[in-house]
T-cell receptor
């Protein structure tokens, strides 16, 4: 199992550009989520999905879109990048149910200039 | 709503010292509790977990006991190593499995 994979590992964007961060998992997990990690802020939930075709907003969804067309993939789209979106982004997946842990990808470090 | 509070640090210890990182939570029902570790430049990895009151999770010399009466899940290790230097996150998952909440993280530095 590859687990949770993310691409790219690093990305630099100019303000106003758009891009998609890719996330895939091969563990057949129903639940997938995107977090951003900023210094002193811990992890903040952007969007999550409980299954194909179902997505919902987390704590900080503005400026981001998601879709879930398959169980395996959960891409995160930045519509018009802003310097405030400079962060490290983590994708995670888990089985449904309260006792199951989340598995994290290696992260994407995004810089918006 | 659900929340997790943990000491933010940074915590600096000498090698072989005893480690405690405090974690307390607020949640309805009977959440599952987790400790995650993040090494520099990497994603989060599960360190240990406990799913019911009085359960003790353990891994790599780390331990934490689910204390429902004090709503706590403190992380301990008897003798830390330089390789334990990382950021540690306490987290909970509520009964419904939809809501996974992280604490702010505690940075640990272990000096030789």
């Amino acid at each position: 199992n590859a687990g949770v994979t993310q691409t790219p590992k690093f990305q630099v964007l100019k303000t106003g550009q758009s891009m998609t961060l890719q996330c895939a998992q091969d563990m057949n997990h129903e639940y997938m989520s995107w977090y951003r990690q900023d210094p002193g802020m811990g992890l903040r939930l952007i969007h999550y999905s409980v299954g194909a075709g179902i997505t919902d907003q987390g704590e900080v969804p503005n400026g981001y879109n998601v879709s879930r067309s398959t169980t395996e993939d959960f891409p995160l789209r930045l519509l018009s990048a802003a310097p405030s979106q400079t962060s490290v982004y983590f994708c995670a997946s888990r089985s449904q149910g309260w006792a199951y842990e989340q598995y994290f990808g290696p992260g994407t470090r995004l810089t918006v200039t | 709503g659900n929340s997790v509070t943990q000491m933010e640090g940074p915590v600096t210890l000498s090698e072989e010292a005893f480690l405690t990182i405090n974690c307390t939570y607020t949640a309805t029902g009977y959440p599952s509790l987790f400790w995650y570790v993040q090494y520099p430049g990497e994603g989060l990895q599960l360190l240990l977990k406990a799913t019911k009151a009085d359960d003790k999770g353990s891994n790599k010399g780390f331990e934490a006991t689910y204390r429902k009466e004090t709503t706590s899940f403190h992380l301990e290790k008897g003798s830390v190593q330089v390789s334990d230097s990382a950021v540690y996150f306490c987290a909970l998952s509520d009964n419904y499995g939809q809501n996974f909440v992280f604490g702010p993280g505690t940075r640990l530095s272990v000096l030789p």
